[in-house]
């Protein structure tokens, strides 16, 4: 499974450069309206959706049909997606935290103190989870539908986790659940396990269809 | 001789086409040549063998193992398609990198050595590199973790003669020891003339004949005649016949028994191309 990953790793770093100019200009743009806040999850994101380009680059040379001739098993390889997935997405939101430090500390408006470091910190882990959420359920999609289809159904992958999050809020509230500061910050302690449980149950997934699908 | 690969009445059924019963086995220190016109199943044969489609019933062992139990099997088979897998930005050095990852039994100094007898650039990447470049990167790749049977699928097209005759001489060195298969699928059936010991003929998704190259290459013989000879050859030494603008061509089984029987007609050798339009473009007596 290491090759796998290695594979990855290596064939966007071909990409590491068009990368860089993307970010630089969003950042640029990001640094005069939302601050370092809304760049640490913009660059969670623009990582999370790089997993679409190693697919991408997978179907061009039909790299799933040579890899099932070495020793390695269907489940493998969709392991191997979501890990990459995840040291994308960690990669993201460690830059976006980085990058967003250094917009604070340059922005007179923003002062470099504990309580801002602590939210720049839960920011970058709040971007970490949706990156992670988000990602895990593009990874089905691209096995079922392939990529170019899966680009196109890329919002269904932020649409479906928004919209069951809503619906359950909206769902508590009818049933006269008060959404209280406290509340909220312990519903935040618990989202890592809801990311986790989100994770597996699309992993399955993957598995299934993956396993299915002649290759 | 011990077998190597054991392919046992594997059948396999889509919309519009059927792989049926197809069975032959592939002996140690062997080269097994697959020959079929486009569509007649030899690559889908290949990927059920792999384990890359599954099949709708048969059975396939290397060493008397099934593939689907024992994923280290594969560290014994070195696979190379009609294109390289890998993404065309990584060089031969990343490539054996990732490699060296994949396969226990991958040896690194075994493949640079096939990198420098290749005349590979390690690290130029492989969209620089030209077909028959890549062609044998992939054969470097499929060499280097020790495999004691090689698949190759359609491996030598595209190829020009002098790099075909390079890369038939490795495949000759590797089955040397008496210990290494090959199997190989091709339309290049003047390769597999030059090295194949038993070619197996796939036409329309069923095994047509699995018989010793020599026996094709020495027994087989056809006839060349016209409408009024061809009435006067016995049916039962005609396997298969096809109609030409201003000839018959004749395919007999024994070349010598059709020379002696029939002295007025030409009984030229039968090349498999030959023998592969025959069947596939004439009609078939027996």
Redesign the interface.
């Known amino acids: 499974m290491?090759?796998?990953i290695?594979?990855d790793l290596?064939?966007i770093g071909?990409n590491v450069r068009s990368l860089v100019i993307s970010m630089i200009f969003c950042a640029g743009i990001l640094f005069f309206t939302t601050g370092g806040e809304g760049f640490v999850y913009m660059s969670t994101i623009i990582f999370t959706m790089m997993i679409l380009t190693t697919f991408a680059?997978?179907e061009?040379?039909?790299?799933n049909?040579?890899?099932?001739?070495?020793?390695?098993?269907k489940k493998d390889i969709v392991v191997s997606k979501y890990a990459v997935m995840i040291i994308f997405t960690a990669t993201g939101a460690v830059v976006g935290l980085l990058v967003g430090a250094v917009f604070a500390a340059a922005s007179k408006s923003a002062e470099m103190n504990t309580e801002n470091m602590l939210e720049m910190l839960t920011n970058a882990a709040a971007a970490f989870l949706i990156g992670i959420v988000f990602g895990s359920m593009e990874i089905p999609l691209v096995f079922r539908f392939g990529t170019e289809k899966s680009r196109l159904l890329m919002f269904v992958s932020f649409l479906v986790p928004a919209a069951l999050f809503f619906g359950i809020y909206k769902l508590l509230v009818t049933a006269g659940v008060e959404f209280t500061d406290d509340l909220f910050l312990r519903i935040l302690c618990f989202s890592p396990l809801f990311a986790v449980v989100w994770v597996y149950v699309m992993f399955k997934i993957s598995c299934a269809v993956f396993e299915r699908r002649?290759? | 001789m011990e077998t190597l690969l054991k392919v046992e009445n594997i059948c396999k059924e889509y919309d519009g086409f059927k792989l049926d019963n197809v069975s032959f086995t592939i002996p140690k220190g062997t080269i097994m040549g697959l020959v079929g016109e486009n569509g007649a199943g030899k690559s889908t044969t290949i990927n059920i063998i792999l384990d890359i489609i599954k099949k709708d019933s048969g059975t396939v062992t290397f060493w008397g193992k099934e593939l689907s139990s024992d994923k280290n099997i594969k560290e014994d088979i070195g696979v190379v398609f009609d294109e390289i897998n890998f993404h065309e930005t990584l060089t031969p050095e990343k490539v054996g990198k990732i490699c060296a990852k994949a396969y226990k039994q991958w040896n690194g100094s075994t493949y640079n050595g096939y990198l420098k007898r290749f005349g590979l650039p390690a690290d130029n990447e492989i969209k620089t590199l030209s077909k028959g470049m890549k062609m044998k990167l992939s054969i470097a790749i499929a060499l280097s973790h020790d495999p004691k049977l090689l698949i190759l699928d359609e491996a030598t097209s595209g190829l020009d003669p002098v790099m075909r005759d390079d890369i038939l001489d490795v495949f000759l060195e590797f089955v040397q020891d008496e210990e290494h298969s090959i199997m190989m699928s091709s339309h290049i059936t003047t390769d597999l003339e030059k090295i194949a010991d038993n070619i197996t003929f796939i036409h329309k998704g069923s095994v047509f004949f699995s018989k010793l190259k020599d026996e094709l290459r020495y027994s087989y013989g056809i006839i060349r005649c016209g409408e009024s000879d061809f009435k006067k050859i016995a049916k039962e030494d005609i396997l298969a016949y096809r109609r030409e603008e201003y000839q018959l061509s004749v395919l007999v089984a024994d070349k010598k028994a059709a020379k002696r029987k029939y002295r007025n007609m030409v009984v030229d050798d039968a090349a498999i191309d030959d023998i592969l339009l025959i069947y596939v473009k004439g009609e078939q007596v027996r």
């Open positions: 290491k090759s796998l290695l594979k290596y064939n071909h680059f997978d061009n040379c039909k790299w049909h040579y890899a099932m001739t070495m020793p390695v098993s002649e290759i």
